[in-house]
């Protein structure tokens, strides 16, 4: 299956670590994917619900 987070880019290495230490794969495939521009309001939801 193909699971996709969407969270900041300074909480990438913390969602990596937590992905690693919890999947069942050796070597998981983690990519985080740089994001230049979107739908404002998607992005403005996300920097309300993350966490700092």
Same mark, same amino acid.
């Given at each position: 299956? +193909?699971?996709? @987070? $969407? *969270? $900041? *880019? #300074? $909480?990438?290495?913390? =969602?990596? #670590?937590? +992905?690693?230490? =919890?999947?069942?794969?050796?070597?998981?495939?983690?990519? &985080?994917? &740089? @994001? #230049? !521009?979107?739908?404002?309001?998607? =992005? !403005?939801?996300? !920097?309300? @619900?993350?966490?700092?």
């Amino acid at each position: 299956f +193909v699971m996709i @987070v $969407k *969270t $900041k *880019t #300074e $909480k990438f290495k913390e =969602l990596k #670590e937590e +992905v690693i230490k =919890l999947h069942s794969y050796e070597t998981p495939c983690i990519c &985080a994917f &740089a @994001v #230049e !521009d979107g739908y404002r309001k998607f =992005l !403005d939801w996300i !920097d309300e @619900v993350t966490e700092d």
